[in-house]
């Protein structure tokens, strides 16, 4: 998703001398005589400069710290710079900006480093390989100026250790501190996840934190994009929310989120202690949506409470209908979707169990999905649960 070009408090300046032959460059007939200055496209500003017998101007460029398109295959986006102050903030220069003037420029980051520029990766030591270290590994985030109101984290790569059979992320996971919305502590895959986390505008930095057990046993990855977005953005998305999606269709899905049918060494997949808010921007026109179990990859795209082993479920039955539980029969770990209808005609908007109905339209507005784990998933209990991975399709004739 592209973010919106933002500005920091100043700017960058870089002075190109023009000479002439340069058809671009030369100056009308009507500047040179009458001397009148103008903007040029594109926020480029022309400063008075010198002219004899037409033979010489001097230009002003002015370079704002906007997002560009990389030519990275994987940082796709990166900051507009001026190639000095790139290299000087230890950046990689991945395609050009600014008409050719200025480094689109790819900024990474790791333990124990400070970023107070847009579009900055928080990528593990030796990144693009796997991390062993162990300890704490910090990013700082500084806002870029005073009008930074959201942070988006995009997962590009993320990997880290499964949390334990309660759900617990004990050995390895990732904490946000310094926001003003409450972060879940995530772990385990979350590779293409995405969060926003509300920030004050003029409060302290965030800092992003990877703890990293000794007794890990995988190989850890990540390199999270760090996007800032304004107060003013119409990229911004609702306060609350910590998830935003702004298409007409989607997927949806808990954070570590695994289709494989579950066995006994696996333990869950679904982290306890979440309590957070899933956001669809609504479409023009659209008056209801509509959530259906994705069944890509296998039947456990709905698995939430009770025992998912295959010896106390059939195959077949996970993931249906008739494995669902809804309304007050969900108390501890659930997804709620206010003003839920299923197929059957029923009303509720709690949904859990090991299965979903075939589907859940809700007509309130604002479009919403709450996800609920508490604070311990039961090992005996609730085994092999492998979270809710949901399609979503909004509509116009309800």
């Not at 500047?31 to 400069?49: A, C, H, I, N």
């Not at 480093?113 to 030796?126: D, H, K, L, M, R």
């Not at 911004?236 to 695994?258: H, I, K, W």
């Not at 939430?304 to 993931?319: E, F, L």
């Amino acid at each position: 998703m592209k973010i919106r070009a933002i500005r920091s408090s100043w700017v960058c300046l870089a002075w190109a001398a023009v000479l002439v032959g340069v058809v671009a460059a030369a100056p009308s007939e009507s500047e040179s005589q009458g001397g009148v200055q103008g903007e040029l496209e594109d926020e480029y500003m022309r400063v008075p400069g010198t002219y004899r017998d037409g033979k010489f101007v001097v230009f002003l460029w002015r370079i704002p710290q906007d997002p560009c398109t990389s030519d990275d295959a994987t940082l796709t986006e990166g900051t507009c710079l001026p190639y000095k102050d790139c290299k000087y903030n230890s950046g990689t220069t991945s395609g050009y900006c600014a008409k050719g003037f200025a480094s689109c420029c790819l900024l990474t980051r790791t333990c124990g480093e400070t970023t107070s520029y847009n579009n900055t990766y928080f990528v593990n030591p030796g990144y693009t390989g796997t991390d062993t270290g162990t300890g704490t590994c910090t990013l700082t985030v500084n806002r870029v100026n005073s009008n930074i109101c959201q942070l988006r984290l995009d997962f590009i790569d993320f990997e880290l250790d499964q949390p334990d059979e309660d759900g617990v992320c004990v050995t390895d996971y990732l904490s946000v501190t310094g926001a003003s919305s409450t972060v879940p502590q995530i772990c385990g895959s979350n590779t293409g996840q995405h969060m926003y986390i509300d920030v004050e505008p003029n409060s302290g930095p965030v800092q992003l934190t990877v703890e990293r057990s000794t007794a890990s046993t995988v190989d850890r990855e990540w390199n999270i994009k760090v996007a800032q977005i304004p107060c003013d953005s119409q990229y911004r998305a609702p306060s609350g929310c910590l998830q935003y999606y702004t298409e007409s269709t989607g997927t949806v899905s808990s954070f570590n989120f695994d289709n494989a049918v579950p066995v006994p060494e696996s333990g869950t997949r679904q982290i306890s202690n979440t309590d957070y808010s899933v956001c669809i921007d609504m479409i023009d026109g659209a008056c209801g949506i509509e959530w259906t179990r994705n069944t890509t990859g296998g039947n456990y795209g709905f698995t939430v409470t009770n025992n998912a082993d295959t010896a106390a479920i059939p195959s077949d039955v996970v993931g249906t209908p008739d494995a669902s539980s809804t309304g007050t029969d969900c108390t501890t770990d659930y997804v709620l979707i206010p003003g839920g209808v299923t197929d059957a005609g029923v009303q509720n908007d709690r949904f859990c169990g090991l299965g979903f109905p075939n589907s859940v339209t809700s007509t309130t507005k604002p479009f919403t999905l709450n996800v609920k784990t508490d604070a311990d998933e039961d090992g005996l209990n609730d085994f092999g649960n492998r979270g809710f991975n949901l399609n979503y399709r909004q509509l116009t004739s309800c």
